[in-house]
């Protein structure tokens, strides 16, 4: 039996390390992001924390790379392409819907990227996922489902956050796109990839930023208001972007678009698990969709380590 498609020969354990890592800087994010849109909005706050990633990013990928670090190796049109959907319109689409809805809303729509990301690689790729990956990312969802709604579907169909909504499953389905182009560039390193991808988006971003100023959609934030926000800037620049892009490009060239997207899941957890320790108590059914999310992951990972052993031998 051959290791299931999409996944790189070695380093397993690790890609899921990495894809693990980002999934928690950016579940934690969420709380972060809606406590700075009370002050500045979502536009000028996506634009501040890719700018200042950026420049956090540039100069350890010059220093690592040399002379050939913005070299794109004739990958420059398609490297850009993914980096205006993925690095712009995804945290653009899904912060100016979090700032309209919940972060419950926007997290159970952010689950859907597995289920997304296994139809997208079917009917593009032809590559059927296997049975039992198939149950762990329909059990994950469930268990998403469960924990954001405490077991009340009206939760999810407020008609005041219905735009939002579809703001955030647009900005998911960018996700879906970037990380499964992403892995036509294996030849580069994570930090390659990253960098020059990030770049088009930043710039991306910042377009649409000044675009709403002008129409008056957007306003310039004062410096104290920027002031007052800077631990959250700080974080979701420098550990929601500069670390979490790197970890999760790295992750997914190592375990595939379709095993990385189902760590997704854990997203809800690690922002009700901040709830928590902020004083929120939860329902049973709460507890028991994070448990099943937590069991569809561990179960997945044993079925990969036990394909991969036989594909070995």
Known sequence: MRVPSGVVDGGLAGGFLLALGAVLLWGTQFPVAKSAFEVVDALHVT???????????????????????????????????????????????????????????????????????????????????????????????????LAVTRGDIGHLIDKDAMTGNLLVFTGAMCWVAYTMASERFRGWSPLRLTTLTLIPGTLGILAVTAIAVALGEAHVPSVGEVASIGWQLLFLSFAGVFLGMIWWNAGTQRIGSLNAMLMLNLIPVVTFTIRHIQGHRFAAAELAGGAMVIGALIANNLYLRRTRRRGGT
Not at 107 to 116: G, K, N
């Open 47 to 145: 634009s501040m924390r890719y700018a200042f990633a950026l420049l956090l990013m540039i100069p350890l990928y010059a220093m690592r790379e040399g002379r050939t670090a913005f070299d794109y190796y004739g990958q420059f049109w398609p490297a850009t392409l993914i980096g205006v959907v993925g690095m712009c319109g995804s945290p653009v689409l899904v912060f100016l819907g979090l700032a309209m809805s919940a972060p419950e809303h926007a997290t159970v729509i952010l689950a859907l990227q597995p289920s997304m990301t296994a139809l997208a690689d079917w009917l593009v790729r032809g590559r059927r996922p296997a049975n039992f990956t198939l149950a762990c990312v329909v059990t994950a969802f469930a268990g998403v489902a």
